[in-house]
């Protein structure tokens, strides 16, 4: 991951989610670091997205499913995850979690 001046190496399962910001994106740490990266969200998505463990749930949003604690369907739907952030689910993006989810749990 390009960080600030260097490249930070990580483990893939020890990113919670990745969060839009503009033309960068957030990537939360299941550590609670926060790594603001150079890249946006997409870029993220295209080289990870062979990773079953990964869905992009929200034009902002790309979580990694082994952190998420509770579904919500009321207002629009929303994932918590294990750290207790509140992630909101677009309603194009619904169907596609809810299929991801039930395979994913098989």
């Given at each position: ?20 910001d ?26 990870l ?35 207790e ?22």
């Amino acid at each position: 991951i390009n960080y600030l001046k260097s490249i930070k190496y990580v483990e893939l399962d020890t990113i919670v989610y990745f969060k839009a910001d503009g033309a960068y994106t957030d990537i939360y740490m299941e550590d609670g670091t926060l790594l603001k990266t150079s890249k946006g969200l997409k870029y993220y998505q295209d080289i990870l997205n062979h990773n079953e463990d990964l869905c992009r749930i929200h034009m902002s949003y790309y979580v990694n499913l082994n952190f998420v604690s509770e579904l919500i369907h009321t207002y629009g739907g929303y994932l918590v995850l294990q750290n207790e952030h509140i992630i909101p689910i677009s309603a194009e993006k619904l169907v596609e979690l809810n299929l991801k989810l039930d395979n994913y749990l098989m």
